[in-house]
């Protein structure tokens, strides 16, 4: 297989995908989230921490988002 293209925003639909997440679960929909009909504080935790790590790796550049196309030899 040939590389013939590949774009990348450097991590930028990353961290405002997931930096909305998780402004959405700490601060938008926390209460409703941890409330009875929500996922639960255990969950929503785990959620959190979650999206730190995704947060942390598109801050340092080790993950990116972009598409690429092959061509087969």
Same mark, same amino acid.
Not at 32 to 43: H, S
């Given at each position: #297989?040939?590389?013939?293209?590949?774009?990348?925003? &450097?991590?930028?639909?990353?961290?405002?995908?997931?930096? #909305?997440?998780?402004?959405?679960?700490?601060?938008?929909?926390?209460?409703?989230?941890?409330?009875?009909? &929500?996922? &639960?504080? #255990?969950?929503?935790?785990?959620?959190?921490?979650?999206?730190?790590?995704?947060?942390?790796?598109? &801050?340092?550049?080790?993950?990116?988002?972009?598409?690429?196309?092959?061509?087969?030899?």
């Amino acid at each position: #297989m040939k590389k013939i293209l590949a774009h990348t925003d &450097g991590g930028q639909a990353i961290t405002r995908h997931f930096g #909305m997440q998780l402004y959405s679960a700490t601060v938008v929909n926390k209460e409703n989230l941890e409330g009875a009909q &929500g996922c &639960g504080k #255990m969950w929503l935790d785990y959620k959190i921490n979650g999206l730190y790590v995704w947060l942390d790796l598109s &801050g340092r550049n080790l993950i990116e988002e972009g598409f690429f196309v092959y061509k087969k030899k």
